[in-house]
């Protein structure tokens, strides 16, 4: 069984950091697109960031220069690093992963090549 578990959130002020975890298990890893999503109260679901195998990445406009996704394949892990955090940054945000062997989109962020997903984690970011 197939499980995405996040860990790394809670509160934090603006112009802070913060880095998320989310370890995969009971997965093959090998060749798979992994990805971070964030939802808001109120708000549709946003792609944040995506990394294919080859820690090719693309990122949302609203967080380009501040979050880096990254990933240590050997221990099934992937990252988002977050600075310079926003208080337009507070959401639940999701770890999620394609099947193996899969190359996520190289411009745009699509939540429909996704068919893993982590319970989420609470990011605050108080002004």
């Known amino acids: 069984q197939v499980q995405l578990v996040e860990s790394g959130g809670g509160s934090v002020q603006s112009g802070g950091s913060m880095r998320l975890s989310c370890v995969a298990s009971?997965?093959?890893?090998?060749?798979?697109?992994m990805g971070w999503f964030r939802q808001a109260p109120g708000n549709e679901r946003e792609g944040v960031a995506t990394i294919n195998s080859n820690d090719y990445d693309i990122y949302a406009e609203s967080v380009k220069g501040r979050f880096t996704i990254s990933q240590d394949s050997a221990k099934n892990t992937l990252y988002l690093q977050m600075n310079s955090l926003k208080p337009e940054d507070t959401a639940m945000y999701y770890c999620a992963a394609t099947r193996a062997s899969w190359w996520c989109h190289m411009t745009e962020i699509r939540a429909d090549e996704f068919i893993y997903w982590g319970q989420g984690i609470q990011v605050t970011v108080s002004s």
């Open positions: 009971g997965y093959t890893y090998r060749g798979a697109c």
